[in-house]
């Protein structure tokens, strides 16, 4: 074959070209993997740096005034004295009720008042501390305890409709902005930062004196329950100190 030829019927063939393959769609299964596999990487994130939280917490003094929370009480219910602490005059206040209406602590003037402080309704044990507290009034009657009153920082309809549930008497007070747990420094006590109260008794004289107080939340033992038994032994204890 001659070169002119060959030239020639290479100009007629057609130049050879790669094929393109249609671009792949993302497929749905490995997509909501992927959001999954996302998902609980977050959430093990948020479970370390709660941990990290609260061994710092428990690494650290719980009181304004540097004092660690076990301080006082048995081995297994330690507590701190917080500020304002025995001798000292009780802020006064008045906050909305799960009975309706406000109650002031004015309204428990002549009487022995023991006001509770407590996380609220993501505690259950500290609404079953109430039910224990009712359910042995006769004993705290005897330990010199006239009435009991509740403080926590959830809104006042949600805390009347658990009151309702668990069929609580105990008046439990409305203090969303946390002034009057912050004037107690009830909120120094607790495992879920200065946002919620601990698990605070103090207990508040006839004159409106503090005459006892035990902070039962803080570290090492975050403490949300205790016998009724175990908290009229603590306040027989203090009541009785000079």
């Not at 008042?113 to 407590?118: E, I, K, T």
């Not at 409709?161 to 203090?175: A, F, N, Q, Y």
Request: proline content about 7%; overall charge neutral.
């Amino acid at each position: 074959m001659s070169r002119s030829t060959a030239t020639r019927r290479g100009r007629g063939r057609a130049p050879s070209r790669t094929p393109v393959r249609p671009a792949r769609r993302p497929d749905p299964a490995r997509r909501r993997d992927a959001i999954r596999a996302g998902a609980i990487v977050l959430l093990v994130v948020a479970g370390l740096v709660t941990l990290f939280i609260v061994y710092k917490s428990s690494s650290e003094p719980s009181a304004a005034d540097g004092t660690t929370s076990a301080t006082q009480g048995s081995s297994q219910y330690p507590f701190a004295v917080g500020n304002p602490g025995p001798g000292e005059r009780a802020p006064g206040f008045e906050l909305a009720s799960s009975l309706g209406g406000t109650i002031s602590l004015e309204d428990y003037r002549g009487k022995n008042v023991l006001v509770y402080f407590q996380e609220g309704l993501m505690c259950q044990p500290c609404w079953d501390q109430i039910t224990d507290l009712e359910r042995n009034a006769e004993k705290v009657k005897a330990a010199g305890v006239d009435t009991i009153v509740s403080i926590t920082t959830d809104p006042v309809d949600l805390i009347a409709r658990k009151t309702r549930d668990e069929g609580i008497t105990t008046p439990v007070l409305s203090d969303p902005d946390l002034a009057v747990s912050r004037a107690y420094e009830a909120n120094k006590y607790g495992m879920m930062g200065e946002e919620r109260d601990g698990h605070s008794f103090i207990l508040v004289g006839p004159d409106g004196t503090i005459r006892w107080r035990a902070d039962y939340g803080g570290a090492p033992k975050y403490t949300m329950f205790l016998p009724t038994e175990a908290l009229l032994a603590d306040l027989t204890a203090g009541l009785s100190k000079p």
